[in-house]
């Protein structure tokens, strides 16, 4: 497990590569709704590389800045709770639309995710650390909208889509991301986990901003607070 926590990350890099072996390889003779939904899986690979190895620096980010914490080594993000998330995110949410390309409203979900991502990434993120980028974007802006737009021209243009699936990949995207993301940090943080970043992932977030200066004032933002019985 120590293994895993550690290069889980690094092995879904390895993962998209193989991936996008095959695409290469078999390019003419895969579908292309298929190839579609591969490189939305390979850009959610890509996109977690980005975050958590190179450059990495997302959990400072996330735990010094935009839920400003005593310990954000540690919290609300720690590296058990990360791998978990992002883990069932990718295999499961982006992976298991591939193997049923013709359930639209399963595969909008992630294309849906991958917009979202520019609103976090792009906008609500920079603008919390005063920068033009941050560990994420650059998958978002070369995979997830290149590859989200291609899927959204297919469906409509095959006349793929039904009402339903819309109102349905809308909700499904929305209770993904509040399960997976919201309530998954929510229930995996622990102010004394002992699965701690690395130097390298805290990054220069925290190093340009006086983060244990605020932390004496500020408390974890209350949506992460746990909840009293």
Same mark, same amino acid.
Do not use: C
């Given at each position: ?30 579908? *292309?709704? *298929? ?15 980005? *975050? ?66 520019? #609103? ?35 469906? #409509? ?24 993301? #919201? ?7 622990? *102010? ?38």
């Amino acid at each position: 497990m120590n293994f895993l926590r550690s290069y889980w990350q690094d092995l879904g890099l390895l993962v998209a590569a193989i991936v996008g072996v095959y695409l290469l390889a078999g390019w003419a003779d895969i579908p *292309e709704i *298929e190839q579609i939904l591969w490189l939305s899986f390979i850009a959610i690979l890509v996109h977690q590389f980005e *975050e958590y190895r190179w450059p990495g620096y997302f959990p400072g980010l996330f735990n010094g800045l935009i839920f400003p914490s005593k310990h954000p080594e540690r919290y609300p993000l720690n590296r058990q709770s990360a791998m978990v998330i992002n883990l069932v995110i990718a295999y499961l949410f982006y992976l298991v639309p591939v193997f049923f390309p013709t359930v639209v409203w399963l595969a909008l979900g992630p294309i849906f995710m991958g917009f979202f991502q520019f #609103v976090w990434h792009g906008i609500f993120a920079n603008r919390k650390a005063g920068t033009l980028y941050n560990p994420g974007l650059f998958a978002v802006i070369v995979f997830h909208i290149p590859v989200g737009g291609w899927y959204i021209q297919h469906i #409509v243009a095959n006349n793929m889509a039904t009402v339903l699936d819309w109102i349905v990949g809308t909700l499904y995207f929305a209770v993904a991301v509040y399960i997976l993301i #919201v309530k998954g940090n929510m229930w995996l943080k622990d *102010e004394k986990s002992p699965y701690a970043f690395s130097r390298q992932q805290l990054g220069p977030i925290l190093r340009n901003h006086d983060w244990r200066k605020r932390s004496r004032s500020a408390t974890v933002a209350p949506f992460f607070q746990a909840r009293r019985s």
